[in-house]
């Protein structure tokens, strides 16, 4: 699929993904993909940051490289690596052989068969359904130092290996940046980015979204979820809901038969919802009746 031409199409490419964006979403989204910038997702977990990059490599056809970020993440983790084994076997086979010229046996040592491409060289190769969709996943659980290797990746689109030189892609990958905020991303970063902050939906939104990613919620149950998880946000709670969790809860309760929620469901199935113990304990029993008077006072009668 070619790139959309605008930023309705590209609204309505995401949404025939069933991924319900807002228009501010899906303009930096737009121009991300005509101008060929990184795009640098941030917002609390939950909230479909991760989901577009998937959503953009379904919609156009491309093929999905997804790097996680972790704490000491490098580079033979993250672009090549050197396949150590294969190399001693082959050391030992030129050596049984008589063969074990140093210098040629270095360079056939470091090269192309022995290399292994991790997600960011993978995505600097040529690909057949045209460049891929790099999603860089949580870049902010990675050190410091590798956002410094992520400069010249994101500024060139090349990788750099000592032994073979500098790999560059023939097309730019569209890339995905998403962070949960745990840390402040350094500026260098950002600066090659489009930035975009995404937010909790509001209902209406967040209605849409159900709908489309659950569609065999009855209308009451999808207007109940939506508005109970809403006002949940309101509160103290350690962690927040996200969209995802909404999804996930509208799915259990469906397996459950539910067609209205009552203080003993909300209760029994908290725990698709909120994932501390503390959360749970503030909100089940009294406080999810409260909560679950209020949102059907809000809605009116079934």
């Known amino acids: 699929m070619t790139l959309p031409a605008g930023i309705d199409d590209t609204q309505a490419m995401l949404a025939a993904q069933n991924y319900v964006a807002s228009?501010?979403?899906?303009?930096?989204?737009?121009?991300s993909l005509t101008l060929g910038r990184p795009l640098f997702l941030e917002g609390e977990a939950g909230t479909g940051k991760t989901e577009i990059a998937k959503t953009l490599a379904?919609?156009?056809g491309r093929d999905l490289i997804r790097l996680q970020c972790y704490e000491g993440l490098d580079a033979a983790s993250a672009a090549y690596d050197w396949n150590f084994s294969a190399q001693m076997i082959a050391i030992r086979t030129a050596e049984a052989a008589g063969t074990a010229d140093p210098e040629?046996?270095?360079?056939?040592?470091?090269?192309?068969?022995?290399?292994?491409?991790?997600p960011l060289l993978q995505a600097m190769r040529p690909h057949e359904a045209g460049p891929p969709v790099l999603l860089i996943d949580e870049v902010d659980r990675?050190?410091?130092?590798?956002?410094?290797?992520?400069?010249?990746?994101?500024?060139d689109f090349q990788i750099t290996i000592p032994e073979l030189g500098t790999i560059r892609a023939p097309e730019p990958p569209i890339v995905?940046?998403?962070?949960?905020?745990?840390?402040?991303?350094?500026?260098?970063?950002?600066?090659?980015?489009?930035?975009?902050?995404?937010?909790?939906?509001?209902?209406?939104?967040?209605?849409?979204?159900?709908?489309?990613?659950?569609?065999?919620?009855?209308?009451?149950?999808?207007?109940e979820v939506t508005a109970f998880v809403q006002a949940l946000r309101a509160t103290d709670l350690f962690k927040k809901p996200g969209v995802a969790e909404t999804i996930d809860w509208?799915?259990?309760?469906?397996?459950?038969?539910?067609?209205?929620?009552?203080?003993?469901?909300?209760?029994?199935?908290?725990?698709?919802?909120?994932?501390?113990?503390?959360?749970?304990?503030?909100?089940?029993?009294?406080?999810?009746?409260?909560?679950l008077n209020e949102v059907r006072s809000s809605l009116g009668p079934a």
């Not at 459950?256 to 698709?272: K, N, R």
């Open 23 to 31: 228009r501010a979403l899906s303009t930096v989204t737009y121009l």
């Open 58 to 60: 379904a919609a156009l």
């Open 104 to 118: 040629m046996l270095n360079r056939n040592l470091f090269g192309p068969d022995f290399l292994i491409e991790r």
């Open 250 to 291: 509208a799915r259990c309760l469906i397996a459950l038969d539910a067609v209205a929620l009552s203080p003993e469901l909300v209760s029994d199935t908290l725990g698709a919802l909120l994932k501390y113990q503390d959360d749970i304990a503030r909100i089940e029993g009294a406080e999810a009746t409260r909560i």
């Open 142 to 155: 990675a050190d410091e130092p590798f956002e410094a290797y992520l400069l010249e990746a994101l500024s």
């Open 176 to 223: 995905i940046l998403t962070s949960n905020r745990t840390r402040e991303i350094h500026d260098a970063l950002k600066r090659r980015c489009l930035y975009h902050w995404v937010d909790y939906p509001d209902f209406a939104r967040e209605m849409e979204i159900l709908r489309a990613r659950v569609p065999g919620a009855a209308d009451r149950l999808a207007q």
